[in-house]
């Protein structure tokens, strides 16, 4: 996406003094025509890299642990650190031994996630696919039924309620104030925040980096703007590499929030 950036702005002859005005990136990035239709489902380029990216994550897994070994082979050895990773990093210290069942689901979901941040920067797909909204809202989603069906599967529709708006340990004074805003929280907020956050981190960081990226050509000439181009080339290539740590802390805090999310859905009652 980037590059295609570049080029268009190549093609049109556009830089510094050249007549013509900065070509700004802006919504229009994250706007994709068909690549071609099935039953009458329109695939984007957004669409096909989620699908690769699950096939992807499938396929490791698969490979991994199709024939595991007492002694492990590289490609085992590398699937049991992922896995170990955000089994005891995040399950296990969010949730504790009740999350084990959970574990599979959420280093799925975790992996998923971080291939398709780490998108952004693989040659010709060159686009965060959690910068689509979509795509975090249907996630969310997963998690919101999940924290919503074992609420309600573990303590009852009345004790459900309650874990949902009764906060323990609270005055009974102040709970018509904190029963509206925890059930508002609860219902509403956690689910919206946690698609949110994840696409509006994707979204700011590809756009920043595609603006770093035109600019860098734009801003090449043979006058001064050599200078403010190789600056911008070089904040694009710092961009890059802060977005790798900010793809991999993404896919992280969306696992540890619905690890905790979990938690407080298998809380005893007090």
């Not at 504790?96 to 689901?105: F, Q, R």
């Not at 689910?191 to 756009?207: D, S």
């Not at 600019?215 to 694009?236: D, E, K, N, T």
């Amino acid at each position: 996406m980037v590059g295609a950036d570049v080029q268009l702005a190549s093609e049109a002859g556009c830089h510094l003094n050249s007549g013509c005005g900065f070509p700004a990136p802006g919504l229009n990035e994250f706007d994709f025509k068909p690549i071609f239709t099935v039953g009458g489902v329109d695939f984007t380029k957004p669409m096909l890299l989620s699908i690769i990216c699950a096939l992807l994550v499938v396929a490791f897994f698969w490979a991994a642990f199709a024939k595991p070994k007492l002694l492990p082979g590289k490609l085992q050895l590398v699937g049991e650190i992922g896995y170990d990773f955000v089994k005891r990093s995040i399950v296990l210290e969010t949730i504790g031994k009740k999350g084990e069942k959970y574990v599979p689901m959420l280093v799925s979901m975790f992996f998923f996630v971080w291939i398709m941040n780490i998108m952004s920067i693989i040659p010709f797909a060159q686009f965060p696919v959690m910068s689509r909204i979509a795509f975090p809202v249907g996630l969310a989603a997963i998690v919101w039924i999940t924290y919503m069906t074992l609420t309600f599967k573990k303590h009852g529709f009345v004790g459900g309620l309650k874990n949902l708006c009764w906060p323990s340990g609270i005055p009974g004074w102040v709970m018509f104030i904190l029963v509206p805003i925890e059930f508002f929280s609860n219902i509403f907020v956690r689910p919206f925040t946690l698609a949110v956050r994840a696409f509006a981190n994707m979204f700011a960081g590809h756009l920043l980096i595609v603006v770093f990226s035109v600019a860098s050509w734009y801003l090449l000439s043979p006058s001064i703007g050599a200078l403010y181009g190789s600056v911008s080339f070089v904040v694009a290539v710092g961009l890059t590499g802060f977005e790798l740590l900010v793809q991999f802390l993404q896919a992280y805090i969306f696992v540890m929030l619905a690890s905790s999310y979990i938690a407080g859905a298998l809380e005893e009652a007090h």
